[in-house]
């Protein structure tokens, strides 16, 4: 597989799973091999039981095209997304870019999607096959976004219409202001543009009979500043937890070899194994400002055990892989959960 181009190779991949996992008796057998059969992983956050504390981060099912394959694979939850309102192609090919010796992707995908209203009616499918109490079913996070073309002082109709059309279909919802992919998309972690956002998604949500999770996703790139003010809105309009964190845009941690092919590669936003050490400190720092309150779900730079027991023990509620899930195969979740503490 990585003798081809990264994103053709995904595709291949999980549509190679997706007809495997179409044959009953070989469903059971991968099943079996790879996801993790034990009752004390089980987690409960944000009024959910998850059935492990390892996720799918947002941006690999997109389309919400493989969940009863990633589900095989064990995972405990997995974000769908970003999903904006209108399908969009995303940035131009290639966008997807490896970088072997530091087990890093570099990516500028640019919220590539079939649309809400297609990836509802996959969600709605996909909950009308499961025939599963709550307790065994797997955790979907709704990730959403605003299309490119939307300006940013309308991304609040944006976020809002996603809301609305996955609210039925989805456990809980990330609000996804820091990609670095999107032009101008950053600009909306700042403090009155957050405020529109999660306050506009916050009251829709009080007024239903029964209320969704609303999580925030930050990006590893944010300023003490910027920080403490999404401390502060967080316990504001009392957000149900943070995802931390994002890609970065740094290049700063990357090998000599590998910041060389990096600058050929041009823009993106870098995740893997060099992200680890920042995402790590924007997580104990963000634990630290909202004193534990808010439950915060920890990415970047997992690969092992060994490093999601780092984000446990720096305070992290659960954990997701994205660039690990890559690098070290189909595995992953069950060599986690084998090794936590």
Avoid at 31 to 49: I, M, T, V, W
Avoid at 65 to 81: D, K, M, S
Avoid at 268 to 292: C, E, H, R, Y
Wanted: aromatic share 8%; net charge neutral.
């Amino acid at each position: 597989m990585f003798l081809l181009d990264a994103e053709r190779a995904h595709y291949l991949s999980m549509n190679a799973l997706k007809l495997l996992c179409s044959i009953g008796p070989i469903k059971w057998t991968i099943s079996k091999a790879f996801s993790p059969k034990d009752n004390s992983l089980e987690r409960q956050f944000f009024g959910l039981n998850f059935k492990n504390p390892v996720g799918l981060g947002a941006g690999f099912d997109k389309n919400a095209a493989y969940l009863r394959e990633l589900e095989t694979l064990g995972f405990g939850f997995v974000e769908i997304g970003t999903v904006t309102p209108l399908p969009q192609e995303g940035n131009e090919k290639p966008r997807l870019f490896r970088l072997p010796e530091d087990k890093a992707l570099i990516n500028r995908m640019g919220f590539n999607n079939d649309g809400v209203k297609v990836v509802r009616k996959r969600l709605e499918e996909w909950k009308g096959m499961q025939g599963k109490s709550l307790e065994e079913k797997m955790i979907i996070g709704g990730n959403i976004g605003k299309n490119k073309v939307t300006p940013n002082e309308d991304a609040w109709k944006d976020y809002e219409i996603c809301f609305n059309e996955l609210f039925d279909v989805v456990d809980y919802f990330v609000v996804n202001v820091s990609s670095p992919n999107t032009p101008g998309l950053r600009a909306l972690q700042d403090k009155d543009a957050l405020l529109k956002i999660l306050g506009t998604l916050q009251q829709n949500n009080q007024q239903r009979a029964v209320q969704k999770p609303i999580l925030l996703k930050i990006a590893p790139d944010l300023t003490d500043g910027q920080l403490q003010d999404i401390a502060a809105l967080a316990e504001e309009i009392q957000l149900d937890g943070i995802v931390s964190s994002n890609t970065t845009i740094s290049r700063e941690k990357l090998s000599d070899g590998s910041r060389c092919m990096a600058e050929k590669m041009g823009m993106g936003g870098l995740s893997g194994k060099p992200l680890k050490s920042a995402a790590d400190d924007m997580l104990k720092k963000i634990v630290l400002l909202t004193n534990g309150k808010v439950p915060v779900i920890a990415s970047g730079g997992i690969f092992t055990a060994t490093d999601a027991q780092d984000k446990f023990d720096h305070g992290a509620a659960l954990v997701q892989v994205w660039t690990g899930f890559i690098y070290e195969g189909p595995g992953i979740v069950k060599k986690i959960c084998k090794g936590l503490k």
